[in-house]
């Protein structure tokens, strides 16, 4: 008689962390489950598929979603990861065709493309997608402008913050001359059309 591996224990809290984001025992299950159905598990035996659900729980405990939103995102990531694995792994098989190949490659690159979206939407859900630029030389040429202040570009992904970069300067604003433009002096005005009143 064969003996079968345990199937581990999908408790909705392992260690006190709340594996699918939420309160509800009955959500986090469902996340887990979820996550777990996303594996190609085709090709395991018990032992196998025993590690590869640890696996899961393993990932969803250390990236720790915090709320239901996190939780779906956090699923889907591990989804993305593991059909984009499963799709290098297939493009790789020995005697594999060349269209095969292709269609392999072209699809783990779609799925390697929706996990770092993924991981942008759940920094910005995290209130990690703030980028602050710290302008360390300003150089500016005859006829140029700079802008002096406090300059934020919008985007993800996490930036270092300048308390962690000893050699950069903060922008401060200091008075003086303006700059003329050498251009100007030789510009003509332009009629500008306006709007009748009614």
Request: charge should be neutral; hydrophobic fraction near 35%.
């Amino acid at each position: 008689m064969e003996k079968q591996a345990k199937e581990p224990e999908t408790d909705f809290i392992e260690d006190g962390i709340k594996l699918g984001g939420s309160r509800s025992g009955m959500w986090n299950r469902e996340i887990i489950s979820q996550a777990i159905a996303s594996l190609w598990v085709g090709n395991s035996d018990a032992v196998e598929r025993n590690a590869q659900v640890r696996a899961i729980i393993g990932a969803l405990s250390g990236i720790k979603p915090q709320d239901e939103i996190e939780g779906m995102i956090v699923a889907q990531m591990l989804a993305a990861h593991h059909a984009a694995m499963e799709a290098y792994r297939r493009a790789m098989k020995d005697g594999q065709t060349f269209d095969g190949r292709h269609e392999n490659l072209n699809q783990a690159n779609k799925l390697s493309r929706t996990h770092v979206a993924l991981v942008e939407a759940l920094n910005r859900h995290r209130g990690k997608g703030q980028q602050r630029v710290t302008v360390e030389h300003v150089t500016v040429n005859a006829g140029g402008q700079a802008i002096v202040g406090s300059v934020e570009a919008p985007g993800g992904g996490v930036q270092p913050k300048s308390e962690d970069q000893p050699h950069a300067k903060q922008i401060t604003h200091a008075p003086g001359t303006t700059m003329q433009s050498t251009i100007e002096a030789d510009r003509e005005a332009v009629p500008v059309a306006r709007r009748a009143r009614s």
